[in-house]
């Protein structure tokens, strides 16, 4: 099984990633590093090898794709890992065996295990899988307009695989100023918390809850926005992901319902 430890703490949440477009997706760059990294683990709990993935993102923060790289010592080659990837959301055994870290982490591992520096992240997406084609159609519930005195209110859920322990949660509560208003130990309470932040005008809400019977977690984050840039959004739901990952939760995706 994996170690309990978590990756170290991010720059803040709202620290600003430089964001570039490209066709079809988004894609985050810059500071912190894009890409996410998890170590993995053979059956005796030693570390085997590397996952570097990437989530692509449509134009307004959704996803619209995962593609991913893996390195095992005893292959000694990056490869594409899609199916990894894959595995890693809908298999409670192998997130088991992996650990979220950062990629100072993941680059001392390396170092370790084949005594090479980490290749760079441009060389790293060099071996992904290739991305969609087209990203797929956005989902929404409802046409309503936006919220009164704002220019636009979008809807997310960051789904996440794992699960959160009362030292997980204590964290959160710690990191995000929020209040936990719901009993953990109670598998009927859904939301266990909410927090709300202003930035420059746009006003900001996420709940955390409890999705799927309790089988995964989610982030639903309301995004009222006043001017005409959302970059905002990406930076909000970036700092979330990152937040979630540092209390060993798997980034499942992120749906936009309006």
Do not use: K
């Not at 519930?141 to 979008?154: A, H, I, K, Q, V």
Request: hydrophobic content about 40%; glycine content about 10%.
């Amino acid at each position: 099984m994996a170690p309990a430890s978590r990756a170290p703490s991010a720059p803040g949440l709202l620290d600003n990633p430089r964001v570039t477009s490209t066709c079809p997706v988004r894609q985050m760059t810059g500071s912190p590093p894009a890409l996410h990294y998890y170590v993995l683990y053979d059956a005796a709990g030693a570390p085997e090898g590397l996952l570097a993935e990437e989530f692509l993102l449509a134009a307004d923060y959704s996803s619209a794709g995962l593609v991913s790289g893996g390195w095992i010592r005893s292959e000694g080659r990056w490869h594409e890992a899609s199916a990894t990837s894959r595995r890693l959301r809908a298999a409670a055994g192998l997130r088991e065996r992996v650990t979220p870290v950062d990629r100072d982490a993941a680059a001392a591992l390396y170092r370790d295990l084949c005594g090479a520096d980490l290749p760079d992240e441009d060389t790293l997406r060099a071996c992904f899988g290739a991305p969609p084609a087209q990203p797929p159609s956005p989902l929404r519930l409802g046409d309503s307009g936006p919220r009164p005195g704002f220019r636009e209110t979008r809807v997310y859920r960051i789904l996440f695989a794992g699960e959160l322990s009362p030292d997980d949660l204590t964290a959160l509560s710690e990191a995000w100023q929020m209040p936990i208003t719901g009993d953990p130990a109670d598998p009927g309470t859904r939301i266990l918390g909410a927090v709300r932040r202003q930035v420059r005008g746009d006003a900001f809400r996420w709940d955390l809850r409890r999705v799927a019977a309790g089988a995964a977690w989610g982030l639903d984050v309301t995004c009222d926005l006043l001017g005409d840039r959302d970059e905002a959004v990406g930076v909000l739901l970036h700092g979330l992901t990152t937040r979630m990952r540092e209390q060993g939760m798997v980034p499942v995706t992120v749906d936009r319902f309006r």
